[in-house]
């Protein structure tokens, strides 16, 4: 077995996994705190990037999956590898025992691909890169919190607009949820994360105030708890059965629908619909009755 120590975490490799266990120390990134430690079965790593860097920034070695089983790729983390724990970077004076163990990896894991009898489980894969629940992610606005089964939003924070103080919190069950986005912050514009629902195409509110749909975040904290947060609800919808298909005069599909028209009434009282959007939305949903 080999192992690489680098900035927070240690990388411990077998034929078959690479295991990962992150520090909790201060300097500790809160994803990676949150985290606690992730798997990589060998077989999905498609190619290993190592970077030399410099006596300045060190090393960096990159797992890099195979396409749809990375949930943090899925989110953009291409662009913010410190959100990833398939990311491990390290000082200079342990560059060459970096580079050997990353050409290991890349041996191993072309063996096990070669070798691999059958599909890896993409849920599997991802689920065991991300929290598992119940998990919660806090923010200056609120919090969002998953059990297994269902998202609640809550809108709690001394940064929650009035609007959503008076909504209070809004929940969303598995089974309703199509996936996940999620926005980092950019300059002084908050960053979030949004709900978004299967069946009906609800348009994005034009001020993240009103949104009943997303938390926000500001800082570095909220932005890194929500990543996960998403990247953690995107493995587990890959699972959710979806919802059932609604029969005429089926007692449950029609307390679905009609919960959904209620949706769109608030969402055109609060002026994010136009009449028209509204008229035709709620049409769409009447049509399925």
Not at 42 to 64: C, M, N, S, T
Request: charged share 30%; net charge negative; no cysteine.
């Amino acid at each position: 077995m080999e192992e690489l120590r680098g900035h927070h975490a240690l990388w411990r490799i077998d034929d078959e996994t690479v295991r990962i266990r992150f520090d909790s120390g201060r300097k500790v990134p809160t994803l990676f705190k949150a985290l606690g430690g992730a798997e990589v079965p060998l077989a999905a790593v498609r190619e290993v990037d190592f970077y030399q860097g410099d006596r300045r920034h060190g090393w960096r070695l990159r797992l890099d999956l195979l396409p749809g089983l990375d949930p943090y790729t899925m989110l953009g983390a291409s662009a913010r590898d410190a959100l990833t724990p398939l990311v491990l970077s390290g000082p200079h004076d342990t560059e060459l025992v970096a580079e050997y163990v990353a050409d290991k990896i890349r041996d191993l894991a072309r063996y096990a691909r070669e070798t691999l009898s059958g599909e890896l489980d993409r849920t599997e894969v991802a689920r065991a890169l991300v929290a598992r629940p119940p998990v919660q992610a806090r923010t200056a606005e609120g919090s969002a919190s998953f059990d297994g089964e269902k998202v609640r939003l809550q809108w709690d924070g001394w940064l929650a607009s009035t609007a959503k103080e008076k909504e209070k919190s809004r929940e969303y069950r598995l089974a309703e949820i199509e996936s996940v986005a999620w926005h980092p912050q950019v300059d002084v514009t908050e960053g979030y994360m949004r709900v978004v629902l299967r069946g009906v195409t609800l348009p994005e509110a034009t001020s993240l105030e009103n949104d009943f749909f997303t938390l926000a975040s500001h800082g570095s904290k909220g932005a890194e708890e929500t990543f996960l947060m998403a990247a953690t609800l995107n493995a587990y919808v890959g699972e959710a059965p979806a919802a059932p298909a609604l029969e005429s005069g089926e007692s449950g599909g029609a307390e679905e629908i009609f919960g959904k028209i209620r949706e769109l009434g608030r969402l055109h009282a609060e002026g994010l619909l136009t009449d028209q959007e509204f008229a035709d939305k709620k049409a769409e949903l009447l049509d399925r009755l």
